[in-house]
């Protein structure tokens, strides 16, 4: 059921009376989207072909305090494979992506009845969705392509694991590991800023100094809400306008500073261990971000920085709550401090992850889930 914020603002992604500002969760502390909490049950995580092992070290065998970035399984080639990356990636500079992204998003959101149930039917046999796992799995039941790419999940279709940090979200693991001065790891050649990420803002991203990262790619197949991996109370958001690129690993190895040129919202949070941001990049046809305390995030795309502050509203998620979607899919980001943090030993890059997994502990290392 749709609930109503302090301005009147009604439904599952409301637009509040007076613009798009932060103060619907100043007036109401109710959440403005409906929200999945901690589901418990079992769905074994999906089988993945392992990666080739022709980059760093696997984390498993890395001190706590020194695990290094995790590359992408290197090309069958050396030289050749980059020029291929960076000619694949030669269209996308020249398509017109803001253009197909709003003609997606009004698409994605258009009820046409018997057109839309066509185009998820179309959708869910290329992909192979598992609509079991869906909490409708009726597929003409969703009104709009929006609604079904936003399905919620059946109760117990992800339980939690006991671990500090558990995997926020469905997809395969692009990159993760540590920090080094500032730079964060992309692909094989290529690094870019936490300040960049983050919007400029040196300070926030000096907070995160020889910390840790971990980057995650949904495709289209996943589940596209965004949970949360540990515990954490709300400080700021910041909407950072930028390019709208493609984020698949071709692209990821193709694009120089990738993540931090495209648009993204850039989400920080406290936490017993301190601070954390989580940052939804946007892409290519991803008609727009959304979070459960704003509702819809973009658009508007007003090509400057818009930047929410929470500070003192008491806004907290638990562990493995939601706070976000996309609406067509992206990649997620995350950044955390400086500190004893090992990931899980089974994660590698390329890897198939699922939402409540064990992501990496401050203590021992976490059992696979």
Not at 49 to 54: S, V, Y
Not at 286 to 312: E, F, I, L
Not at 315 to 327: H, N, S, V, W
Request: proline letters at 9%.
């Amino acid at each position: 059921m749709a609930r109503r914020g302090g301005c009147g603002a009604v439904g599952r992604f409301p637009k509040c009376r007076r613009g798009q500002t932060a103060h619907c969760a100043r007036r109401s502390p109710n959440l403005l989207l409906q929200r999945n909490g901690p589901v418990g049950g079992g769905v074994p995580a999906p089988q993945a072909r392992a990666p080739q092992n022709r980059g760093p070290a696997s984390p498993s065998s890395r001190p706590n305090s020194a695990q290094g970035p995790i590359e992408w399984p290197a090309p069958t080639t050396t030289g050749p494979a980059h020029v291929s990356d960076r000619l694949a990636v030669l269209p996308q500079y020249l398509l017109p992506k803001r253009l197909l992204t709003t003609l997606a998003g009004r698409i994605a959101s258009a009820r046409a009845g018997g057109l839309s149930t066509a185009l998820i039917r179309r959708f869910v046999a290329r992909y192979g969705v598992d609509m079991a796992e869906a909490a409708e799995p009726d597929m003409a039941a969703y009104d709009s392509f929006n609604a079904f790419f936003t399905r919620a999940l059946r109760p117990g279709a992800r339980p939690l694991a006991q671990a500090d940090l558990v995997c926020p979200v469905d997809g395969a693991i692009s990159q993760f590991g540590a920090i080094d001065q500032g730079q964060v790891f992309q692909a094989k050649g290529h690094s870019y800023s936490a300040t960049a990420l983050v919007g400029g803002d040196a300070a926030l991203a000096a907070q995160f100094a020889d910390g840790h990262f971990a980057t995650l790619y949904l495709s289209p197949r996943d589940y596209h809400r965004i949970h949360m991996p540990c515990a954490g109370t709300l400080r700021s958001m910041v909407h950072v306008p930028g390019d709208l690129f493609s984020v698949n690993p071709t692209t990821a190895r193709g694009v120089p500073g990738l993540f931090a040129r495209n648009e993204r919202v850039v989400c920080t949070f406290d936490s017993e261990h301190g601070p954390f941001v989580l940052v939804l990049v946007g892409a290519t046809i991803v008609g727009s971000m959304a979070t459960v305390w704003h509702g819809q995030v973009n658009p508007p795309r007003s090509g400057v920085p818009r930047q929410w502050d929470y500070t003192g509203q008491g806004i907290a998620l638990q562990q493995g709550e939601e706070m976000g979607r996309f609406l067509l899919g992206s990649t997620v980001v995350m950044l955390f401090p400086a500190g004893p943090l090992r990931f899980n030993p089974a994660w590698a890059p390329g890897r198939a992850i699922r939402l409540g997994e064990a992501m990496a502990s401050r203590g021992a290392a976490p059992t696979s889930a």
